[in-house]
């Protein structure tokens, strides 16, 4: 079982925010081979989705990065061992949840989706606004959803 914490950038411990590090370098730097800077100034004003197995664990996820009426959900990842049984689903629901409690006000929400994921994206009600593009070589697309 996953369990789902959210903090903001002041209220990380210094374990956690390395934990997050270790996980987000470890899939989009190093598994995807993207070098890029990983960590950037977004991470001061995200909420950070953080979801823990039960041997306390970092396997899940996400940022939701506040911008204006809207919000970004972005780095959203979970661990090569726990892929393929749901666990990105259930991270993206609690995700979506969170920016519903978090951010009351935001109308929309924005993503960079890679564009194998489209359809995974889609199913939550997010709709392509873009074409796909390169983000640090890998093929992307912009996609939206309105609030409820």
Same mark, same amino acid.
Request: charged content about 20%.
């Given at each position: 079982?996953i369990?789902?914490?959210? $903090? ?5 411990t ?9 996980? &987000?370098v470890?899939i ?9 800077? =990983?960590?950037?100034? +977004?991470?001061?004003i995200?909420q950070h989705?953080?979801?823990?197995d039960?041997? &306390?664990?970092?396997?899940?996820y996400? %940022?939701?990065?506040? =911008?204006?009426?809207?919000? &970004?959900?972005? &780095? ?6 726990? %892929?393929g049984?749901? *666990?990105? %689903? $259930? ?6 949840? *969170?920016?519903k ?5 935001? +109308? ?13 994206y @889609? @199913?939550f009600?997010?709709?392509?606004? *873009?074409d ?17």
């Amino acid at each position: 079982m996953i369990h789902y914490q959210l $903090k903001s950038f002041n209220q990380l411990t210094t374990e956690q925010l390395w934990s997050i590090y270790q996980l &987000r370098v470890a899939i989009f730097v190093v598994e995807q081979k993207c070098y890029y800077q =990983e960590v950037d100034q +977004d991470d001061k004003i995200a909420q950070h989705l953080l979801g823990y197995d039960d041997n &306390r664990n970092l396997v899940s996820y996400a %940022r939701l990065i506040p =911008e204006n009426d809207q919000v &970004r959900i972005g &780095r959203v990842a979970v661990a090569k061992e726990n %892929r393929g049984h749901g *666990s990105g %689903r $259930k991270l993206f629901s609690q995700a979506l949840i *969170s920016v519903k409690s978090s951010f009351p006000q935001a +109308d929309q929400i924005n993503i960079q989706a890679q564009a194998y994921l489209k359809d995974f994206y @889609s @199913s939550f009600g997010f709709q392509a606004t *873009s074409d796909v593009y390169l983000e640090t070589g890998i093929p992307h697309l912009d996609m939206v959803k309105l609030t409820d």
